[in-house]
């Protein structure tokens, strides 16, 4: 049958009217992408007149040897008068502004920091982290200010109030200068979005800083900043301080208040968040938790348990019952993390520490049904409306459109990809939408994997755990496409164990040569990738994950400590 020319006509000048709204809307999302980066640029230009206006008053101030100073001492020196806040903050700003134009790390400069360090002289009380500059992730909210995390939508959404985390850092005298990139959604372990680009690791260019909390990684870890937050949902504190060579501990879900900070998955608890510390040493980061765990902490947000810091557990010189494994049986770790492990056993062992092997069990159960069902339990309907509206969603087109497609045919590409592929299946198969009950059986049976988890922990009598962490450091891109490597980070998430992380070693030339033969576990498309992911990486850092039992961040701390200084010994007797 003919339609007539007028229907014709109508149905054209609709199309035509469709295509039109659609294209003044992309411009628009265009146009606020452009004015984003312009501000990002804004930012950088505003730290290089604040430095050389500095300069130019102060020339005789010795800036190389300030930012040699470690976070304790160069805090002793603020407190005691004998290094003005000035003189630390501009040294700061000033390398933050290298490490941004090196890596793009930098989203924004707080520019009100600059009043803040003018009004630090005229504080009666000094707090534990006076005169102090700290960096904070896009996530985190400071006032008046975006958290955008990568999301156009987010754009000129400056946040009403401080979150908690970072009015406490305030209080304590700390002054937040910079907010720093993260990858869109946050759910990855790169660094890169659309509005702010790609981040990349200062240790080597081609490398990725990992993520999400990618941004303070490339900062800390390039010198611009001595103490960055972050947050870990899956390993984006871990990921970048590996990646990086620097330390940051993930503490216990509640330890610290998450109140005011933006989540990439609203609402799920099966996979606990947390928000944590990023520095050069264990140090700094044992400085920083004693500082938040103040009264106003407890104050600001009554959900957070009133515990100080024991500072009794954190100077400890107790030998430890040390639990460790060197594989998880899922990742095949690089030669590089397993040599990490033994080499660090080795020294915990002659230190007088008790090493025990720890067997772990159905870590692809723990991440497919766990992590990836948990997070994702409504079939990732909550997230795919997260990316509504956006322009680019490219980087995750295969899990788009495994997300939007139909339960049955979930099922049937999940039956069919089993014998060949069976990572790929079971991923599908944890992407269906559960109904009510089934979410709560499922919180049920991780809260009883917590128990059983604790109970052999308990049976073999440890203080804390020794475990492989991924790296070396995967060339840009990969991680997005090896979303399943996170099985080493991600089971302290599901556990919501406080863990932190260490560089211990480098590649050698040895760990690279004997990467010729990995295969992985299950020989697929992911391995194979993991692989090349891992090769060409003589020179950068490897470390390790220090583990402790819910709610103990100062053990954990305390392993570090042991690691770290065994760590350093070592090399100086090298």
């Not at 035509?16 to 452009?34: D, M």
């Not at 500095?54 to 976070?71: A, C, D, G, K, T």
């Amino acid at each position: 049958m003919r339609l007539p020319l007028p229907a014709l006509l109508g149905g054209s000048a609709l199309s035509l009217l469709l295509l039109l709204l659609r294209w003044r809307r992309r411009r628009g999302l265009w146009r606020k992408v452009e004015e984003a980066r312009q501000r990002q640029e804004r930012s950088l230009v505003q730290m290089e007149m604040a430095v050389r206006r500095f300069r130019e008053q102060h020339p005789s101030v010795n800036m190389i040897s300030i930012l040699s100073l470690p976070l304790p001492e160069l805090s002793k020196k603020l407190r005691d008068g004998s290094l003005p806040p000035e003189h630390v903050f501009y040294a700061y700003v000033g390398k933050a502004l290298q490490i941004a134009t090196e890596t793009n790390c930098i989203t924004e400069y707080l520019q009100e920091s600059e009043t803040q360090v003018r009004k630090a002289k005229l504080t009666g009380k000094l707090g534990l982290l006076y005169g102090v500059p700290v960096s904070i992730k896009d996530s985190i909210d400071c006032q008046g200010h975006d958290s955008t995390l990568g999301f156009i939508k987010n754009l000129n959404k400056p946040a009403a109030e401080d979150s908690v985390v970072v009015q406490v850092l305030r209080r304590q005298g700390a002054i937040p200068f910079v907010k720093t990139n993260v990858p869109q959604s946050l759910i990855s372990y790169d660094c890169k979005n659309l509005i702010f680009g790609q981040t990349f690791n200062p240790l080597l260019y081609t490398r990725s800083p990992g993520g999400s909390s990618g941004g303070e990684g490339a900062l800390v870890g390039g010198g611009g900043s001595i103490l960055g937050f972050g947050t870990d949902v899956g390993g984006s504190l871990r990921f970048p301080a590996a990646f990086c060579g620097i330390c940051a501990l993930k503490p216990t879900g509640n330890r610290l208040s998450k109140k005011g900070i933006a989540s990439g998955v609203l609402g799920q608890k099966a996979v606990a968040a947390a928000v944590g510390p990023m520095a050069k040493d264990v140090e700094s980061l044992a400085l920083c938790m004693r500082a938040l765990l103040c009264e106003d902490m407890f104050d600001l947000d009554s959900t957070v348990p009133p515990l100080p810091f024991n500072e009794e557990v954190y100077s400890s010189t107790q030998p430890l019952r040390i639990g460790y494994y060197e594989t998880d049986f899922f990742t095949m770790p690089s030669p590089a993390m397993r040599r990490a492990v033994r080499e660090t056993k080795q020294l915990l062992e002659d230190a007088g520490h008790t090493l025990v092997p720890f067997e772990l069990t159905n870590v692809d159960y723990v991440i497919f049904n766990f992590c990836v069902r948990g997070m994702f339990a409504d079939g990732a309907a909550s997230f795919l409306k997260t990316f509504k509206g956006e322009l680019e969603k490219s980087s995750m087109g295969l899990f788009f459109w495994l997300a939007k497609s139909p339960h049955w045919l979930k099922t049937v590409l999940s039956w069919i990809a089993k014998p060949f592929v069976p990572r790929f299946s079971s991923i599908i198969r944890s992407m269906r939408a559960n109904t009510v009950d089934e979410v709560w059986s499922l919180h049920h049976e991780i809260e009883e994997f917590c128990h059983q988890f604790i109970a052999q922990w308990k049976k073999l009598n440890l203080d804390v755990m020794l475990c492989p962490m991924l790296g070396p450091a995967l060339g840009i891109g990969y991680p997005g496409k090896l979303s399943v490597a996170v099985s080493y980070t991600m089971l302290y998430n599901a556990l919501d164990f406080p863990t932190g992380v260490v560089p211990v070693t480098m590649v050698t030339d040895e760990d690279e040569e004997k990467l010729k033969g990995y295969q992985g576990y299950f020989r697929d498309w992911w391995d194979r990738t993991l692989a090349k992911a891992f090769r060409g990486s003589v020179g950068l850092p490897v470390a390790v994950q220090c583990v402790a039992l819910p709610w103990q961040e100062e053990l954990c701390l305390r392993f570090m400590k042991e690691v770290e200084t065994l760590i350093l010994k070592k090399n100086r007797l090298v």
